[in-house]
């Protein structure tokens, strides 16, 4: 299996811009997290999915990001618009049964804004 | 709530040493603890993970933690330390009802010759 795929690896944008950022789970893993990490806040858990349904989404910091999966193999996460304090590495994880399984992470997507 | 402390944000240790490093939890009932390490660049990738049992658990590298319930920690060792050990690592709790997991911050390991 390829693991969990996210595209960019990097992504430079200017403020204002709009970024979108694209994450492929393992295939037949019902569940899918994004997660954001910063030097000054670590690993946070934005929202995670199950079977393409938004389940918590407490995480997303405000209107401007916004989640989708429109099916089981793909799903983003879109800035709009992007600010500099939305610098940070973007990851993606997904798992089968995530209490009692591993969560499987992708390499992340290291966005600078400027 | 659940949440995890990793007390040292960094530590240096020789190559061959042993290792040490150390995670408390809060959590009101019995939680699922993991250990993740990530390299440069990296994603995160599971070194072992504590559900129920035997509370002394080995993971992938020579790795192996202990889950003690009276102390709140799951501190991860490791007896010889190679180079390659060198990365971020991370402790993390689950079994909320919501199926994520919380993070500790972060302990960063130096390996020196």
């Known amino acids: 299996d390829a693991g969990v795929i996210q595209s960019p690896r990097h992504e430079v944008t200017e403020m204002g811009q709009e970024v979108t950022l694209r994450c492929k789970p393992i295939?037949?893993?019902?569940?899918l997290f994004w997660y954001r990490q910063t030097m000054m806040r670590g690993l946070e858990l934005l929202i995670y999915?199950?079977?393409?349904?938004?389940?918590?989404d407490s995480g997303m910091p405000e209107d401007r990001f916004s989640a989708k999966m429109p099916n089981a193999s793909f799903s983003t996460l879109k800035i709009q618009p992007s600010e500099p304090r939305d610098s940070a590495v973007y990851f993606c994880?997904?798992?089968?049964?995530?209490?009692?399984?591993?969560?499987?992470f992708g390499p992340g997507t290291r966005l600078l804004v400027l | 709530a659940q949440s995890v402390t990793q007390p040292d944000i960094h530590i240096t240790v020789s190559e061959g040493a042993s290792l040490e490093l150390r995670c408390n939890y809060s959590?009101?009932?019995?939680?699922?603890l993991f250990w993740y390490v990530q390299s440069p660049g990296q994603g995160l990738q599971l070194l072992l993970k504590?559900?129920?049992?035997?509370?002394l658990v080995q993971g992938i590298k020579g790795f192996e933690a202990e889950f003690k319930r009276s102390q709140s920690s799951f501190n991860l060792r490791k007896p010889s330390v190679h180079w390659s050990d060198a990365a971020e690592y991370f402790c993390?709790?689950?079994?909320?009802?919501?199926?994520?997991?919380?993070f500790g911050k972060g302990t960063s390991l130096l390996v020196t010759p």
């Open positions: 994880a997904s798992s089968s049964s995530p209490q009692k399984e591993t969560q499987y």
């Open positions: 295939s037949g893993h019902d569940y």
């Open positions: 999915f199950n079977n393409n349904v938004p389940i918590d």
């Open positions: 959590y009101g009932a019995t939680p699922y």
């Open positions: 504590y559900f129920s049992g035997d509370t």
């Open positions: 993390a709790v689950g079994g909320n009802s919501g199926y994520a997991l919380n």
